[in-house]
């Protein structure tokens, strides 16, 4: 996992960057990061396209970057004693997309904006973008 900012009541927000990231989150908070963050991993790699111009042995030099651009941010937000509180996904980049659908859940798909409403807001401000309930809690 990499650091992505603090936010109040010493809790921070991690971006999780690999499958067994993925797979632990899903385990500590009983829900199907996993699956998404599978999903859409395989489509990143899927719409890589080797330069015309590499050599067979350079062929995957550029996958890594590809990946982290064209995929969605998965993100944890965990208390200081590591305790999972919520689980994101941002659009790649965390840039707006017109068609991309912001999630942001609790354990066991809970409503995370009950209790962690400063902490959604901090990371907001950090990617500068609106992360309403209405918007982005699939559940209400």
């Not at 996993?34 to 396209?49: I, M, N």
């Not at 305790?83 to 798909?109: C, H, K, Y």
């Amino acid at each position: 996992m990499r650091y992505v900012c603090d936010a109040p009541g010493g809790k921070t927000w991690f971006r999780l960057e690999t499958e067994a990231e993925a797979e632990a989150e899903a385990a500590l908070m009983r829900h199907a990061v996993d699956k998404h963050f599978r999903r859409h991993l395989a489509t990143a790699r899927e719409s890589y396209r080797t330069p015309a111009s590499a050599r067979a042995v350079e062929r995957d030099i550029g996958l890594k970057d590809h990946i982290a651009r064209a995929m969605p941010l998965f993100l944890t937000l965990r208390a200081s004693d590591g305790e999972g509180l919520a689980t994101a996904m941002l659009p790649p980049e965390a840039r707006n997309q017109v068609n991309f659908r912001i999630v942001i859940v609790g354990p066991e798909n809970s409503d995370p904006y009950v209790s962690e409403a400063e902490a959604i807001a901090a990371l907001g401000a950090h990617y500068h973008l609106e992360l309403k309930r209405e918007d982005c809690f699939p559940y209400a």
